[in-house]
């Protein structure tokens, strides 16, 4: 199932549940604006490349719309739309006064030289320029592109690692258990990946296996991420690297865990994984990473997955406080970045356990629930005719 259909299906069984009028379901399911622009660059060699660079505009009901940016080969309209979508309703779970957006350009970064993106990242601004600003649609970095394309915060840069090991502590403290003690598995080590692994191991939880684009390293004992993390920056990857054993990258989501966290691409975890699965909670990281049959596989093992639009949130949030800080004129201090932070990952899954006890949903239903919720009563309000 592709992202916009497992997205769109998990949108309309929260509808259901919260009996929405089929009406008001479909003006919420349809985006705002969608913009297809071409973006074409001189290369360092003196030939000329061009590109598709997307924007998604889903909802603005709750304040201006909000959502990051990609630079990916598999970036796709498709893609583009449900990553929108998902920004809609997580910006709702998190509360902050959001709607949701989402773009992308389908290249390879890793294949373009620093002046090359800054190149390409000029021109897509500049054809999306008229139609984004801090009042209308709020860029923000997103996978293959970074603070220094896109701004940021002090905090910025971790926080969506940062929330993960809040939204995994809130978790696991409701079942009685800490980080300090479990053993992690990580696919994924990028930005997100890897800033959760390292205030996870800061936290005494064991991160026994990591994955990238380079390979997977096993360690049952536990990874020492400050080498592996130094390793992948000297290295671009973390491919061989001494401080545990190669393995098959694709064996990762299956190896013997506590807590899977799934911090790279969609749809990794599917009907053909998802049996297979040792871990006892999954924080997703990455979006949408669970295929709704999955999903109901998991269910029936009593598996615990805390759903990709509370347990990543954390990186829009502090782009709320980047906000804030710009529109004061006002720069905070980092600890104060991070303890807001704390603070609204804290509340936002107290909200989505509510919903969970006031409809008996599981967490995925908890938080689309809450979050389409309170976009659907911003709509009303803003004058929709029921």
């Given at each position: 199932m592709n992202a916009l259909a497992a997205t769109s299906r998990n949108f309309k069984q929260a509808a259901?549940?919260?009996?929405?009028?089929?009406?008001?379901?479909?003006?919420?399911?349809?985006?705002?604006?969608?913009?297809?622009?071409?973006?074409?660059?001189?290369?360092d060699d003196g030939t000329l490349a061009s590109y598709v660079g997307f924007r998604v505009q889903h909802d603005n009901a709750r304040g201006p719309m909000k959502g990051g940016i990609r630079?990916?080969?598999?970036?796709?309209?498709?893609e583009v739309n449900a990553l929108a979508q998902l920004m809609t309703w997580k910006t709702a779970v998190a509360n902050i006064p959001y709607g949701g957006a989402k773009g992308g350009i389908g290249c390879d970064p890793g294949e373009l030289s620093k002046s090359e993106l800054e190149r390409l990242t000029r021109i897509f601004t500049q054809k999306l320029h008229d139609l984004i600003g801090v009042h209308t649609d709020v860029p923000a970095p997103d996978m293959g592109t970074n603070s220094q394309d896109l701004g940021g915060s002090l905090g910025r840069d971790a926080a969506t690692g940062r929330g993960v090991l809040f939204a995994t502590e809130a978790l696991l403290a409701e079942h009685g258990k800490s980080i300090s003690g479990q053993r992690f598995a990580i696919q994924?080590?990028?930005?997100?990946?890897?800033?959760?692994?390292?205030?996870?191991?800061?936290?005494?939880g064991k991160i026994v296996v990591v994955s990238d684009v380079s390979g997977a390293i096993k360690n049952n004992k536990g990874l020492d991420i400050p080498r592996l993390l130094k390793h992948s920056t000297e290295n671009r990857g973390i491919k061989g690297f001494d401080g545990g054993d190669p393995i098959d990258p694709n064996s990762l989501l299956v190896e013997d865990c506590d807590v899977l966290i799934p911090a790279a691409l969609g749809g990794v975890i599917n009907s053909e994984n998802a049996n297979d699965i040792k871990a006892k909670y999954i924080i997703e990281a990455a979006n949408h990473p669970t295929d709704p049959e999955a999903d109901k596989i998991l269910s029936k093992k009593g598996v615990l997955i805390l759903p990709d639009i509370y347990a990543n949130?954390?990186?829009?949030?502090?782009?709320?406080?980047?906000?804030?800080?710009?529109?004061?004129?006002?720069?905070?201090d980092e600890e104060k970045v991070n303890a807001e932070l704390k603070t609204y990952?804290?509340?936002?899954?107290?909200?989505?356990?509510?919903?969970?006890?006031?409809?008996?949903?599981?967490?995925?239903?908890?938080?689309?629930?809450?979050?389409?919720?309170?976009?659907?009563?911003?709509?009303?309000?803003?004058?929709?005719?029921?």
């Open positions: 259901k549940l919260l009996g929405l009028d089929p009406r008001l379901e479909k003006c919420l399911l349809i985006p705002f604006r969608e913009i297809k622009v071409e973006c074409t660059i001189p290369k630079y990916h080969p598999e970036v796709d309209p498709d994924g080590f990028g930005n997100v990946g890897s800033w959760a692994a390292q205030l996870i191991s800061e936290k005494g949130s954390g990186g829009v949030t502090v782009s709320y406080f980047e906000w804030v800080q710009n529109i004061q004129g006002f720069m905070w990952m804290t509340r936002g899954f107290k909200d989505v356990k509510e919903m969970c006890r006031s409809l008996g949903c599981d967490l995925r239903m908890g938080a689309f629930t809450l979050g389409v919720n309170r976009v659907a009563r911003s709509t009303v309000v803003r004058g929709w005719e029921a």
